[in-house]
């Protein structure tokens, strides 16, 4: 959710921040049930430690450009652990599955960047490989929650009241940017990182999904399954490898 690294001690609140919840469960069934797995944007590794202390037997990778998230990722040793990008990182055929999961999807903010997603992503499946990834559905409005009086109040290791609250400064062409500060009575100054986020319609992701030789196998509107509406609050699709794209017409 950051333009910037993420702060050393701010990686250490993130998951206390965002507790396992149902979105956690729904990937973890798919991640138990595939033998390969890549986690793209895997942050501080929940998902991928949880599956190996459930006993998962395969090879987990997770991916992420965050060397702070890492370092907590990386206290669970039997996963691989990849600083970098997918483009600047790429994997060829190696994978059943591919997540891309806590919104990462949503940081890519042009059609071409998530067209170069996508592309790398597909390189990175096997044959009958899928892709699992959610985006928060712009009819629901959800940056409008993104208010200080939403914020939430959090312990820490070392006992230390911790504030986070967020803040919209704009919203504009689908793209949301905003603040995330962390505050304590503990520390000398909050920290402040800013991010932009993109809210993307169901119809033109499915197009850029067919644009990058995807189908959409499954969609669902929440992580119960339910059908996607107008005001659900996810878009999450499962998508697998469908014919390959057509070239550009000369």
Avoid: K
């Avoid at 999807?105 to 790398?120: C, G, H, N, P, S």
């Avoid at 200080?148 to 949301?176: K, Q, T």
């Avoid at 390959?244 to 017409?249: K, L, N, V, W």
């Amino acid at each position: 959710m950051t333009e910037q690294p993420v702060n050393q001690d701010v990686a250490a609140y993130y998951d206390l921040v965002n507790e396992w919840g149902p979105s956690d469960d729904f990937y973890l069934d798919l991640v138990m049930a595939a033998d390969a797995v890549l986690d793209v944007g895997c942050g501080t590794g929940m998902l991928l430690s949880v599956a190996r202390t459930s006993g998962h037997p395969g090879r987990l990778v997770g991916l992420d450009p965050d060397p702070a998230m890492l370092a907590v990722a990386r206290r669970t040793p039997d996963v691989e652990w990849v600083e970098g990008h997918l483009g600047t990182v790429s994997f060829d055929g190696e994978f059943d599955l591919v997540v891309m999961a806590g919104h990462v999807f949503q940081i890519f903010l042009t059609d071409d960047e998530v067209r170069e997603q996508f592309t790398a992503i597909r390189q990175a499946l096997g044959p009958g490989g899928r892709f699992a990834f959610e985006t928060r559905n712009p009819g629901a409005r959800a940056w409008e929650r993104w208010a200080p009086e939403y914020g939430m109040d959090i312990v820490g290791e070392r006992g230390e009241r911790v504030r986070v609250e967020h803040h919209v400064a704009s919203v504009e062409n689908g793209l949301v940017r905003f603040s995330e500060t962390h505050s304590s009575p503990d520390w000398p100054e909050p920290v402040v990182d800013w991010g932009t986020l993109r809210f993307t319609e169901a119809d033109h992701l499915d197009a850029l999904l067919r644009e990058t030789g995807f189908e959409v196998a499954e969609r669902y509107g929440f992580w119960d399954r339910s059908p996607l509406t107008d005001t659900s609050r996810e878009i999450i699709s499962i998508a697998r490898p469908g014919p390959p794209p057509a070239a550009p017409r000369r």
